[in-house]
Each structure stands twice: as C-alpha cells, then as structure tokens.
C-alpha cells in the first residue's frame, strides 16, 4: 500500500509518500520558524497562508524525489487534529482536492498518533506494547500503547507541557525563537565551559517525587522568571545565562526521565517510546538510555529528523489506519482540539 501524507497542523508544511513494502519513498518539509521568529511566536493567519503557497509545490517535489506518479498510490492521508483551524483546512482541502481529482480514498489521521508512530520509521522499531512519552507542542503526555489504535492516557500535564517550559524559559532568557532549541545549545555551551562560575542556581522539579503519571511546569517557569530577575540585579555584566539555561533543561528533563520509568511501573511494561519535538534534546536522549542500562528496559526514538510536525508520520499512521480496517471520508472535516483517547 502506497499512501501519501499532507501535514500542515501548525508551522511546518510536511509532505511525504510512504509505502508499506518499501518504506519512505519521499518525503520534503517547509519550516515557518524565520517567518514566526519575527513575531516571537506563531502567527495563525500567516501559517495558513503559507501552507497554502507550500502544499502543492511540495507535494510535486516528493513525488519527483519518489520517482512516482499520482497513479501508482492508494491513498491520500492528511491531519485533521489537533492543531490551528486555519492551517488544518489547507490540508484537508489539499487532500479532499486531490482524493476527488485522482479518485483516491482519503483518511484523516490524529497528529498525536503520528507522532506515538514515528518512531516505527526507524531501523530499530518498537514492538507493541510499549509507554509512550509524547511531547509535542502543547502536549505532555504519557500513554500505555496496547496495540495500535489502543492509547490509554496515564499522566498529562496539569498547566504548562515541557516543550512550553522550554520556549517560555527562553524568552525569559532573551533568547529567539523558537526557544526550545536555543536553550539547549546556550545549556550546551555551559557544560563545555570549564571557567564557569557557581552561580548558585537550583531549580525545583515539580511533581518528579509524586505517585503519579502527572507533570506540572508552570511552577518551573516563575522559578526561572524569579532567578532571571535575582541574577540580573545581582551579576548584570555576568554570563550566568548559560548556566541558568543548563539548569532549566536538566530540570524538565529530569522530571521526563523520572516520570517515564515511574510510567513502566506502573503498567510493567519494558517498553518505551519517546517522540514530539523535545524528543529531539541530547540530554533526554542521553539520560533515559542511560537509565534504560541501569533499569533495564528498551528506549525508542524517532529519527531527528522526524521529531518535528512531519508528512512522514502522517502517511505512515494512515497507511496503518487503512490496514486495520478505517474507511475512507468524504467528509473533509477538521478538529483543532480532539482527545486522542476518542480514537477507536
């Protein structure tokens, strides 16, 4: 089964055509962080009609890295949810436009399922069942995979998720955006400097000690806001950023670590599974294989390239959708906020 996939649920358009045979055939990704980074922050207007300027030509770029035409595939897959409205209509309206032109079915696909699947494009793939730790966006979640399409929820956050401590630490930071990312290269520079100086900084980790799948960040972020303004008064020619920036990402993922082995606990699985964007950060990578030696459970990850919004997950997840039995739409619908737990 040959099955293309149109992501556009925020600020990447991913395009991408998957074959259940022979794996990923093509695959191209427009980021919007230049255009937004001007904003501090998503503009919805504007990712709309940048997806609708990207979606076409990208589309025809894959299928020439594929080597393929219209004809050869089976489906068209494309997220209905969650994510902006505006950005997700592109892509139904993509997807609808070229279901009807082409003749093919066309299968909506959750986001977060795409992202719970990634990992399965990987050369070392995870076996069902498995915890899932997913952390895109919005979401900090953690999940007990029975099998595919069985997602029962754990933990959430009760406020803010990680990636949101992340990009709102480091606009307290000055940092650009996205935030994420910059964090984590200025907590890098930290760790290489052997002149650092003890500035003193402790963060909490919030909840990491309770008996729950739960997580909480807020409180992480005023922390930092208070320790930002403390500093500044105290050191304001000083280079602590760096070091504040180190100890904002050990304390997010500290809690991410802990709370995923407390997760294969408590459902005695030996299976876990990370994706979403911060999926991304070295430091989560390093310390949960870490712990996964010492505990003695198997760690997945989703290639790099594949832990930002992408087409490739979509394709795959409604590949899968169509394997297990879904029907095709005619009802080129959007949800910007649909629990995953609804899936069937």
């Not at 986001?111 to 494009?121: D, Q, R, V």
């Not at 198997?298 to 832990?307: A, R």
């Amino acid at each position: 089964m040959r099955v293309l996939g149109i992501e556009t649920s925020c600020d990447e358009t991913g395009i991408a055509l998957y074959d259940t045979d022979a794996g990923l055939l093509g695959s191209a990704l427009h980021s919007q962080v230049q255009m937004h980074s001007e904003y501090g922050g998503v503009v919805p207007e504007l990712a709309s009609r940048d997806h609708v300027n990207r979606v076409l030509p990208l589309t025809h770029q894959v299928f020439e890295q594929a080597g393929c035409l219209p004809e050869s595939i089976d489906a068209i897959a494309y997220t209905r949810g969650p994510g902006l409205v505006g950005a997700l209509m592109v892509g139904a309206a993509m997807a609808g436009g070229l279901g009807y032109t082409w003749r093919k079915p066309v299968v909506p696909v959750h986001h977060l399922e795409g992202h719970i699947l990634s990992p399965l494009l990987s050369a070392n793939k995870p076996a069902f069942p498995f915890v899932a730790l997913l952390c895109s966006g919005g979401h900090t979640q953690l999940l007990a995979v029975k099998s595919f399409g069985h997602y029962a929820l754990l933990g959430e956050t009760l406020d803010d998720a990680a990636g949101e401590a992340f990009d709102k630490s480091a606009k307290l930071l000055g940092l650009g955006y996205p935030g994420g990312p910059a964090l984590a290269r200025l907590a890098d520079a930290y760790r290489l400097d052997e002149h650092h100086k003890d500035w003193a900084i402790q963060l909490p980790r919030p909840m990491m000690h309770s008996r729950d799948a739960e997580f909480s960040f807020s409180g992480l972020k005023t922390a930092v806001a208070i320790t930002v303004q403390r500093l500044g008064k105290q050191y304001p020619e000083a280079p602590w950023r760096s070091a504040l920036a180190h100890e904002v990402q050990a304390a997010i993922t500290d809690v991410l670590i802990a709370k995923s082995v407390l997760a294969l606990k408590l459902t005695g699985l030996k299976r876990l599974v990370i994706s979403g964007g911060v999926s991304a950060n070295r430091r989560l990578r390093e310390g949960l294989q870490a712990q996964a030696q010492t505990t003695g459970f198997e760690v997945f990850f989703p290639e790099l390239s594949l832990c930002t919004d992408n087409g490739a997950m979509i394709a795959l997840a409604g590949a899968m959708r169509l394997q297990h039995g879904a029907k095709a739409t005619t009802d080129f619908s959007v949800a910007p906020r649909w629990p995953l737990e609804d899936l069937g």
